[in-house]
């Protein structure tokens, strides 16, 4: 279906066609979501303090936890939005770029 938006400018809200419908909510864990990412985060373990400030701010709950530790990231989910590179107290994470030739992903 094409949509005419030739006068898209004069749209009031009412205007704009419906999108995309989903049928469950909560669903998003059934899809591989995270493959818009352009970044993705690397840890070090060896600085790590497993404070768990990660976990608690990642938006996607994508910091996967065992026995009340950081163990990898859930790079199915990950959007890449470096939220918990930036809060990290000890600079244990960075974002690396797709694709490059850095260590395994702890
Ligand atoms: S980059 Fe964003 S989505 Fe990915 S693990 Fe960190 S906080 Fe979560
Ligand atoms: S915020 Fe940093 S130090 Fe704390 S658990 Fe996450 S990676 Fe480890």
Known sequence: MKW???DIGSWTYKDFPAGAVIPEAG???????????SE???RDDS???QCLL?????PDTSIN???EK???FDLDHCKGCG???QVCPVDAIDMVPEGCDLPEVK
């Open 4 to 6: 005419d938006i030739s």
């Open 27 to 37: 669903n998003s864990n059934d899809y591989i979501t995270g493959g818009w990412r």
């Open 83 to 85: 939220i918990c590179a």
């Open 40 to 42: 993705r985060p690397w």
């Open 47 to 49: 600085k790590c303090t």
């Open 65 to 67: 936890v065992a026995d």
């Open 54 to 58: 990660c976990w608690i701010v990642c």
């Open 70 to 72: 950081v163990t990898t």
